[in-house]
């Protein structure tokens, strides 16, 4: 009957090497911030805060993936639906007291966007949430939402105060720049304030890029 060669013993360098290496396999990458997505669904049997719905938090980039790996692209989503990314404490709503003196720069998609861009375009916009891609302007970010609906879906990047003019600018040209959104496609930056006293179907924009 064979039998099989016997292992030699493991050298101390040998086990502090298999430790370490099964150490870094179980070892998470912490985010600068706790993040929480939300989602809304338009159920207009509902209000509106009813039909807002807590998803996830995470903090850790392992995590991120996880949970962005298991829901559902925007494209994929029923008109009236939304996806929201925020910092964690910071509920995706004007009267947030972290978003009422705030803002948001807008990009809006057509419909052959919807099946070209969107998806990349929010997967790149959480990016640049979670890894603080607008260097010390990434404090004022409060979070990012996308609306998927008939005529235009939006993206947009929600920001702490309209006034802060300086780091406004800096997370509007980052966000162009990173995105690679071309040069003759305008975003603008509109108030809180403004949208939601607004009388008709356009809001003013506070800067544009």
């Not at 829901?71 to 972290?98: A, H, N, T």
Request: net charge negative; aromatic share 10%; with cysteine.
């Amino acid at each position: 009957m064979a039998t099989s060669e016997p292992k030699a013993p493991e050298t101390d360098e040998q086990q502090c090497d298999s430790q370490v290496t099964n150490q870094e396999q179980y070892i998470k990458h912490p985010l600068q911030n706790r993040w929480a997505l939300w989602y809304f669904k338009n159920d207009k049997s509902k209000s509106w805060t009813e039909n807002l719905r807590l998803i996830s938090k995470f903090d850790t980039v392992e995590d991120f993936w996880a949970l962005y790996n298991h829901i559902q692209q925007p494209s994929k989503l029923v008109y009236g639906c939304d996806y929201c990314l925020f910092k964690d404490g910071i509920k995706p709503m004007w009267e947030d007291d972290r978003n009422k003196l705030g803002g948001r720069w807008l990009m809006t998609l057509n419909k052959v966007q919807r099946h070209n861009d969107l998806d990349r375009y929010w997967m790149e916009t959480l990016l640049c949430l979670v890894g603080e891609s607008f260097d010390e302007a990434s404090d004022d970010v409060c979070g990012a939402v996308v609306n998927v609906r008939h005529k235009a879906d939006k993206i947009a990047i929600w920001t702490s105060n309209c006034q802060n003019r300086e780091a406004i600018m800096k997370i509007g040209e980052t966000y162009k720049d990173l995105l690679s959104i071309p040069s003759k496609a305008m975003l603008g930056y509109q108030s809180h304030d403004d949208t939601s006293s607004k009388s008709g179907s356009t809001t003013k924009n506070m800067y544009s890029i």
